[in-house]
């Protein structure tokens, strides 16, 4: 298979597209008009965005920026420390992505407590058995 698709040919073909990918473990650019806009491939494989910046809304805390290897997932889980270094659990539970007015691109996660650690590691973190 190419190592490069355009999208629209790629459309009708995404299943056996991405089952190649699965199987051969290699990664697939779709392009538009020559250019990549999307990659298919293995989950490790593809690489994240890496040290993007994103606002974080924890409760009624205030919106605290940081740096993250890529933007987060709904149902992603977080682990952040306190004041008294306790572990507290967190769960994404909405992702918002704001366009300024010269493209630059403005992401706010927000995330909602979770109280059980052993149900935190559940639900961000399935077992093998579960993929």
């Known amino acids: 298979m190419e190592k490069t698709q355009g999208i629209e040919a790629a459309r009708a073909r995404l299943g056996e597209i991405a089952d190649h990918a699965r199987t051969t473990g290699q990664t697939i650019a779709l392009t538009r008009h020559g250019r990549t806009v999307a990659v298919i491939g293995p989950a490790h494989s593809v690489q ?6 994103v606002t974080i809304h924890v409760g009624a805390e205030p919106a605290r920026s940081v740096v993250l290897p ?6 992603d889980g977080f682990r952040l420390y306190d004041e008294n270094d306790d572990d507290e659990f967190w769960i994404v539970t909405n992702v918002q992505w704001d366009l300024g007015p010269h493209g630059e691109a403005e992401v706010h996660v927000l995330l909602d407590p979770y109280d059980d650690y052993s149900d935190w590691m559940r639900a ?8």
Do not use: F, H, K, L
């Open 124 to 131: 961000t973190r399935p077992s093998p058995n579960e993929q």
């Open 48 to 53: 994240p965005a890496g040290n993007v910046q």
């Open 70 to 75: 890529a933007v987060p997932r709904i149902g």
